[in-house]
């Protein structure tokens, strides 16, 4: 046990030392990368903990965030989300995954979307819209090394729609986790968007590490047998250090489970320079079995809210299928 903490204050040490000493870096080269929405972090979940899930990584939201974490996919899980953004930007993300004895593979989509009017003149209204945006498409793989830790990829095609301009591209993630102390303590490590765009642009690569630690209770049933434990609390810390175009951020959230069915969750992004989309989260989550035809089937939807006096205020609605 002592080890396994002496592991993650280590790895959590060498991050921060790393990421303060490439600040000043990262901040010259700030906005050059090309394919933003790469950026987009999906699942009302993670966003409700302040965008902290690389170290916990335990449901198909992984399969953005850390690869590895989908050997925790028992079945087969789907979910999808929309996130209402500022200045009518609408970001969607699709994510599936299905265990096939010791792997498991999913199939993943992001994408970003907003209409821009096209005028000649000085008119009210525009000759024209057109539809501009870019979607990344991508398989992933997870496979359990050893009893405590699995790794995973995801290999992405990347395809930007500008008005007058076509741009593709393919990319790749690649994360570990290790769940110690009994599965009460996660770390997490993953590189996302590694890879080339045409036209020579830069992708949004970066290195996200972070540390998970859950409580829970096990519970008995009417018949007083054991039944899968319940998850009460968890807590979430991740150090975001892109290598290309930004400054690195620090991610803090709580998730606390009522019954099982209720979650409370809240979070906080603490940037290394004057971002205004620092600040806190909110979200909920609701989770129950189908009932009659569908009672094999498990239901989660879950909410996330960021307020935000600069930009707007950003809103995602997620569902999470379990079957």
């Keep these: 046990m002592q080890k396994s903490v002496v592991v993650a204050v280590v790895i959590l040490t060498l991050l921060l030392s790393v990421s303060q000493s490439f600040a000043a870096d990262i901040h010259d080269s700030a906005g050059t990368a090309g394919a933003a929405f790469l950026k987009i972090e999906p699942g009302s979940r993670p966003v409700g903990m302040g965008g902290a899930f690389t170290g916990l990584a335990n449901d198909i939201n992984t399969i953005f965030w850390n690869p590895a ?8 899980e789907l979910t999808a989300m929309q996130h209402f953004s500022f200045v009518d930007i609408n970001n969607q993300s699709i994510g599936y995954a299905q265990r096939t004895k010791q792997f498991v593979w999913g199939a993943s989509f992001l994408g970003s979307f907003t209409e821009i009017e096209r005028r000649i003149g000085p008119t009210e209204t525009p000759d024209s819209t057109v539809t501009v945006g870019g979607f990344a498409t991508g398989l992933s793989l997870a496979y ?17 729609q500008l008005d007058i301009q076509n741009i593709y591209g393919v990319a790749a993630d690649i994360g570990v986790i290790s769940r110690l102390m009994d599965n009460h303590l996660g770390i997490g490590l993953t ?3 590694a890879g080339v765009l045409s036209g020579g642009e830069n992708l949004p690569i970066a290195l ?32 975001h250090l892109p290598l290309i175009d930004a400054n690195p951020s620090f991610h803090i959230g709580v998730e606390r489970w009522f019954y099982d069915i209720v979650a409370a969750r809240v979070g906080y992004r603490i940037g290394l320079n004057e971002n205004p989309s620092d600040g806190l989260s909110i979200g909920i989550g609701v989770r129950r079995g189908g009932l009659d035809s569908l009672a094999n089937i498990d239901f989660q939807f879950d909410y996330a809210f960021v307020p935000d006096a600069y930009v707007g205020n950003s809103h995602r609605i997620s569902v999470i299928t379990r079957f």
């Design 191 to 193: 590189i996302q968007n």
């Design 144 to 160: 359990p090394l050893a009893t405590t830790t699995s790794i995973g990829g995801t290999a992405k095609l990347i395809s930007q």
């Design 208 to 239: 996200r590490a972070g540390l998970a630690y859950r409580t829970w209770k096990q519970t008995e049933d009417e018949d007083e047998e054991a039944v899968p434990p319940r998850e009460v609390w968890a807590f979430v810390a991740d150090a």
């Design 69 to 76: 974490g989908l050997t925790s996919v028992h079945t087969r």
